[in-house]
């Protein structure tokens, strides 16, 4: 957590949580990321409870406003920011203080949307009371469905539920027989990208809930694709509403794009880095389609996802100062955070492409 222009001096939960119960009016906007939405989730909700007005937004232009306190979540431009990954943890600290209640499973789901572990928070786990058994972290109880849309994997049938059928058909549908089916599948279909082994994983041995979604990472995952893809549906989600049924179709859309993007699109290899340029009706999918990339199909450390005027970067390390620099350089606007980061383009984006290749290769 920090505060706008004060590096180095960042305030605690309690200091933060001060500044919004004094508020008479307060915008959340989050970074398009389900660690993100579910800070924002938790933080609109201790708002109310404390009937604090308050108006929250995904996206990556945040804009201007007229609220008495802007609470940037990811972004870097607000009177107070929370920029520390996981997101989710220090805004279920600033809840508490707050004085509600907090989710600890929808703080938990950022954790894992963040690429983080659960078990890194025995405090949040202990409060959820989550347990694991063996199988898929899938949103839903249909397998087959929870198979074709996962994005925490991919492998040769993922986005097709047809493909996907096929492969099941015969195959026990008891969680450890479908675990082995996934992992081995994914790795089988990643020759050449060494992550991919340690990357399923997180798709593996769920933590059971008993919210709107069966599993840990399947919450997660619905978040992330709906932040990126559906953020009205992602908002209204992390307030708790009864949207379900609407996530997770924004979910199954949001996962057929992005696995359909990766196995259709041709991959250009640097020296550390891969471009690939996915023709996709849905850019959202774009920031899950470098994700994926480099995590089961590309031999080098950063992806680099371009649609038009977009970009996606993902990176195994930080790539936040080397892709913001990047797009400064060459008249972009970088988002996000750690490994991930997202940039709007105001022009060609070759000069950006070129700039990054130099940077990588350094």
Same mark, same amino acid.
């Given at each position: 957590?920090?505060?706008?222009?004060? *590096?180095?001096?960042?305030?605690?939960?309690?200091?933060?949580?001060?500044? &919004?119960?004094?508020?008479?009016?307060?915008?959340?906007?989050?970074?398009?990321?389900?660690?993100?939405?579910?800070?924002?989730?938790? &933080? +609109?909700?201790?708002?109310?409870?404390?009937?604090?007005?308050?108006?929250?937004?995904?996206?990556?232009?945040? !804009?201007?406003?007229? =609220?008495?306190?802007?609470?940037?979540?990811?972004?870097?431009?607000?009177?107070?920011?929370?920029?520390?990954?996981? @997101?989710?943890?220090?805004?279920?600290?600033?809840?508490?203080?707050?004085?509600?209640?907090?989710?600890?499973?929808?703080?938990?789901?950022?954790?894992?949307?963040?690429?983080?572990?659960?078990?890194?928070?025995?405090?949040?786990?202990?409060?959820?009371?989550?347990?694991?058994?063996?199988? @898929?972290?899938?949103?839903?109880?249909?397998? +087959?469905?929870?198979? =074709?849309? $996962?994005? @925490?994997?991919?492998?040769?049938?993922?986005?097709?539920?047809?493909?996907?059928?096929? =492969?099941?058909?015969?195959?026990?549908?008891?969680?450890?027989?479908?675990?082995?089916?996934?992992?081995?599948? $994914?790795?089988?279909?990643?020759?050449?990208?060494?992550?991919?082994?340690?990357?399923?994983?997180?798709?593996?041995?769920?933590?059971?809930?008993? !919210?709107?979604?069966?599993? @840990? !990472?399947?919450?997660?995952?619905?978040?992330?694709?709906?932040?990126?893809?559906?953020?009205?549906?992602?908002? *209204?989600?992390? &307030?708790?509403?009864?949207?379900?049924? *609407?996530? &997770?179709?924004?979910?199954?859309?949001?996962?057929?794009?992005?696995?359909?993007?990766?196995?259709?699109?041709?991959?250009?290899?640097?020296?550390?880095?891969?471009?690939?340029?996915?023709?996709?009706?849905?850019?959202?999918?774009?920031?899950?389609?470098?994700?994926?990339?480099?995590?089961?199909?590309?031999?080098?450390?950063?992806?680099?996802?371009?649609?038009?005027?977009?970009?996606?970067?993902?990176?195994?390390?930080?790539?936040?100062?080397?892709?913001?620099? $990047? *797009?400064?350089?060459?008249?972009?606007?970088? $988002?996000?955070?750690?490994?991930?980061?997202?940039?709007?383009?105001?022009?060609?984006?070759?000069?950006?492409?070129?700039?990054?290749?130099?940077?990588?290769?350094?």
């Amino acid at each position: 957590m920090s505060a706008a222009g004060h *590096a180095g001096s960042a305030p605690d939960a309690s200091a933060i949580a001060a500044r &919004l119960r004094d508020a008479d009016f307060v915008r959340l906007f989050a970074t398009p990321d389900g660690d993100a939405l579910a800070a924002t989730g938790l &933080l +609109a909700r201790a708002l109310a409870a404390c009937d604090v007005a308050y108006q929250a937004s995904v996206t990556h232009d945040p !804009g201007a406003t007229d =609220a008495d306190l802007t609470v940037a979540v990811g972004h870097r431009t607000g009177d107070l920011e929370l920029v520390d990954a996981p @997101l989710a943890v220090a805004a279920h600290a600033v809840a508490r203080e707050l004085g509600a209640p907090p989710d600890a499973t929808l703080a938990l789901a950022g954790v894992v949307a963040a690429g983080a572990v659960p078990g890194a928070h025995a405090d949040l786990l202990s409060a959820s009371g989550l347990e694991r058994r063996p199988g @898929l972290a899938v949103p839903t109880d249909d397998v +087959a469905e929870g198979l =074709a849309h $996962t994005t @925490l994997a991919h492998a040769s049938f993922s986005g097709d539920p047809e493909a996907t059928a096929r =492969a099941l058909a015969g195959v026990d549908r008891e969680g450890r027989t479908l675990a082995s089916l996934l992992a081995l599948s $994914t790795v089988e279909d990643a020759t050449g990208a060494p992550r991919a082994a340690g990357a399923v994983e997180r798709a593996l041995r769920p933590y059971v809930t008993d !919210g709107p979604f069966e599993t @840990l !990472g399947g919450f997660a995952d619905v978040l992330d694709a709906v932040a990126r893809s559906s953020p009205g549906v992602g908002v *209204a989600l992390a &307030l708790g509403h009864d949207c379900r049924d *609407a996530a &997770l179709s924004a979910w199954r859309d949001h996962a057929q794009a992005a696995h359909e993007a990766v196995r259709a699109t041709d991959r250009e290899r640097y020296d550390g880095l891969v471009v690939v340029r996915p023709r996709l009706d849905d850019v959202g999918a774009l920031d899950t389609v470098a994700r994926l990339v480099r995590d089961f199909r590309s031999p080098e450390p950063v992806v680099l996802a371009l649609c038009e005027r977009r970009a996606a970067v993902a990176g195994v390390e930080d790539v936040t100062t080397l892709v913001s620099e $990047t *797009a400064a350089a060459t008249g972009g606007r970088a $988002t996000g955070r750690g490994s991930r980061v997202h940039v709007d383009l105001d022009d060609d984006p070759e000069p950006f492409v070129e700039t990054l290749k130099r940077g990588v290769s350094r």
